[in-house]
């Protein structure tokens, strides 16, 4: 027979797997964003049947190219499937692009992607940051690495006019 304080371990580790396994599941309830429409409120992902929808092509494709427009939350949501993805898959190697490389270092800064990790669930054991470099804009990071070995790095349009790696999204 299990004590109370074994059953409440045994449903965080349940609720760790679950997470691992379902990236809407880790958005919805793991990740937090802040609302620039809302003074910078900060507020849990909201569930939209177009986000949801977008989590599952991403998860299902192997290249994804979505037109972006402002206040949908597609660059919130695909920084949280990011995070998913760096910390729930092996040797996981994820390039942020955008139009300068200050702003794909903003994208990796405390503002945004760093932003969500930092407001994950504490009593979850997620992996902890080993290393970051600061990138040259002083804005963000041009590099991130776990403790698992999974990465980020920046790149800046004209960096790089194409990347084939497995996966990923253009935003």
Same mark, same amino acid.
């Given at each position: 027979?299990?004590?109370?304080?074994?059953?409440?371990?045994?449903?965080?580790? &349940?609720?760790?797997?679950? #997470?691992?396994?379902?990236? /809407?599941?880790?958005?919805?309830?793991?990740?937090?964003? %802040?609302? &620039?429409?809302?003074?910078?409120? @900060?507020?849990?992902?909201?569930? %939209?049947? #177009? $986000?949801?929808?977008?989590?599952?092509? *991403?998860? &299902?494709?192997?290249?994804?190219?979505?037109?972006?427009?402002?206040?949908?939350?597609?660059? /919130?949501?695909?920084?949280?499937?990011?995070?998913?993805?760096?910390?729930?898959? %092996?040797?996981?190697?994820?390039?942020?692009?955008?139009?300068?490389?200050?702003?794909? &270092?903003?994208? $990796? !800064?405390?503002?945004?992607? +760093?932003? @969500?990790?930092?407001?994950?669930?504490?009593?979850?054991?997620?992996?902890?940051?080993? %290393?970051? +470099?600061? !990138?040259?804009? !002083?804005?963000?990071?041009?590099?991130?690495?776990?403790?698992? !070995?999974? +990465? *980020?790095?920046?790149?800046?349009?004209?960096?790089?006019?194409?990347?084939?790696?497995?996966?990923?999204?253009?935003?």
């Amino acid at each position: 027979m299990l004590s109370g304080e074994e059953l409440a371990e045994l449903a965080v580790l &349940e609720a760790f797997r679950q #997470y691992g396994e379902d990236p /809407w599941l880790f958005v919805t309830e793991c990740c937090r964003t %802040k609302d &620039e429409a809302d003074g910078g409120r @900060i507020k849990n992902m909201p569930d %939209k049947e #177009y $986000l949801r929808y977008v989590t599952r092509v *991403w998860r &299902e494709e192997s290249l994804l190219a979505v037109p972006k427009s402002r206040r949908m939350l597609m660059t /919130w949501l695909f920084l949280c499937l990011h995070l998913w993805a760096a910390l729930t898959r %092996k040797n996981a190697a994820i390039f942020i692009q955008s139009k300068k490389q200050e702003d794909s &270092e903003f994208l $990796l !800064g405390e503002d945004r992607l +760093m932003f @969500i990790y930092r407001q994950l669930p504490q009593e979850f054991p997620w992996p902890a940051l080993e %290393k970051s +470099m600061a !990138g040259k804009s !002083g804005k963000g990071y041009a590099y991130l690495r776990f403790l698992t !070995g999974r +990465m *980020w790095r920046r790149w800046g349009r004209g960096r790089i006019s194409s990347v084939s790696i497995r996966r990923r999204t253009c935003i």
